[in-house]
């Protein structure tokens, strides 16, 4: 039986469509955004032009930095410093990556916690990995919204994360273990990654290798959550799991695009939204 293909467009637009409600019926200032955009990256002005149009289209403020690539690192914190204190500013977006003259941990640090919607702040992480999240960073945060969508328990279930990035892979990881589910995380120094991934009974992959994961890879009627943004051989956009292939076996997967992606940008929002509300209650 084909595996049911969970459609992130769908529920993205739910949350979005919940927020926008909750926008209409609050009085007093609005909620804000600001985005900071370093640089003429091609792929970094096409996100933040999608994020900017999300919080726009909810009826959320966006408030617009765009910077050119030789804006040194001491500019860049002046700025943050000054959104951190902007009253206006609910939510603060560095667009990474940066210029490599900009040191990307420091950007982060410089970041107010409450206002760090990415949850990419180390104090943000702290309360994640001591079980008391606050935000949370938007990929894992919608891949637990989307399990949680079909009803899905992860309690007991042995789960396998293929990537360990503090952006995904690591909180990822940590989400999955609140719920009481069985964590492997696998990196590129991981031995015979297939073994792994057979025994996964929900399996999220994050690597950035286009069609890594095939269905010799995948146990059947696992739960197949694909990250990864890439170009095949024939330029076309695909994920990290080989989609056709793994559909087969799998009881749940995540297309590309339509799946995690639009998930993050709603959370993003959501992550916003939580601190506009906490500020303004």
Not at 30 to 52: D, F
Not at 65 to 73: G, K, M, R
Not at 95 to 112: G, V
Not at 133 to 153: E, F, H, Q, W
């Amino acid at each position: 039986m084909p595996a049911h293909i969970i459609d992130g467009k769908h529920l993205a637009a739910k949350i979005k469509n919940e927020i926008a409600e909750a926008i209409k019926k609050k009085k007093g200032r609005p909620c804000g955004l600001a985005t900071v955009l370093v640089g003429k990256n091609a792929a970094s002005a096409i996100y933040v032009a999608s994020k900017r149009k999300a919080a726009s289209e909810i009826g959320m403020k966006s408030i617009s930095h765009e910077l050119p690539a030789e804006t040194s690192e001491s500019e860049l914190l002046s700025l943050i410093a000054h959104l951190n204190e902007d009253r206006s500013v609910d939510g603060i977006l560095v667009q990474l990556p940066l210029p490599q003259h900009i040191r990307e941990s420091r950007i982060i640090e410089a970041i107010l916690p409450s206002k760090d919607v990415d949850g990419f702040h180390p104090l943000n992480l702290g309360y994640l990995l001591s079980g008391h999240p606050k935000m949370v960073a938007c990929t894992p945060r919608g891949i637990m919204y989307l399990i949680d969508s079909v009803g899905y328990n992860c309690e007991g279930k042995l789960a396998v994360v293929v990537g360990a990035s503090n952006i995904v892979g690591k909180p990822m990881a940590l989400l999955l273990l609140q719920r009481n589910a069985t964590v492997i995380i696998c990196h590129r120094k991981t031995k015979d990654l297939a073994h792994l991934t057979r025994q996964a009974d929900i399996l999220v992959v994050a690597v950035g290798s286009p069609k890594l994961i095939t269905k010799d890879h995948v146990k059947d009627q696992a739960f197949v959550v694909d990250v990864g943004i890439n170009r095949d051989k024939d330029n076309k956009i695909c994920g990290d799991v080989d989609f056709k292939e793994v559909a087969r076996v799998a009881s749940y997967i995540t297309p590309v695009p339509g799946g995690v992606g639009p998930l993050t940008i709603a959370m993003l929002l959501k992550n916003t939204w939580q601190n506009y509300e906490e500020k303004e209650s």
